[in-house]
Nanobody, 125 residues
Framework: VQLQASGGGLVQPGGSLRLSCAASGLTFESYAMAWFRQAPGKEREFVATISWGGGGSSYYADSVKGRFTISRDNVKKMVYLKMDNLKPEDTAIYYC??????????????????WGQGTQVTVSS
């Protein structure tokens, strides 16, 4: 299984970015997908997750609710994170992760068996 995250960069406060994660080596539609992030000097934290199949359910950390949107394209085997109204506190390395169908879905890192390499997002003026 491989997950390849991309789309990070430097953006001004209030700006937008869309992160992408390309998946391979798995039956993509069977996996719930998620984004986590790790800011300098802090532990990695949950950002958003989307259910398997059609992605009819999604959940967000309170800190990003209303600003971030997670989505998936099962044909392309991609998961996305659209980030709007970015704030300096959103600065972090963002990781995509895959939750196997054999594991209960959730917000904990332990639920996700496969991880991408991370993409840096920096929000600064």
């Amino acid at each position: 299984v491989q997950l390849q995250a991309s789309g990070g960069g430097l953006v001004q406060p209030g700006g937008s970015l869309r992160l992408s994660c390309a998946a391979s080596g798995l039956t993509f539609e069977s996996y719930a997908m998620a984004w986590f992030r790790q800011a300098p000097g802090k532990e990695r934290e949950f950002v958003a997750t989307i259910s398997w199949g059609g992605g009819g359910s999604s959940y967000y950390a309170d800190s990003v609710k209303g600003r971030f949107t997670i989505s998936r394209d099962n044909v392309k085997k991609m998961v996305y994170l659209k980030m709007d109204n970015l704030k300096p506190e959103d600065t972090a390395i963002y990781y995509c992760a895959a939750n196997p169908p054999s594991t209960n879905w959730g917000f904990s890192e332990s639920k996700y068996a496969h991880w991408g390499q991370g993409t840096q997002v920096t929000v600064s003026s």
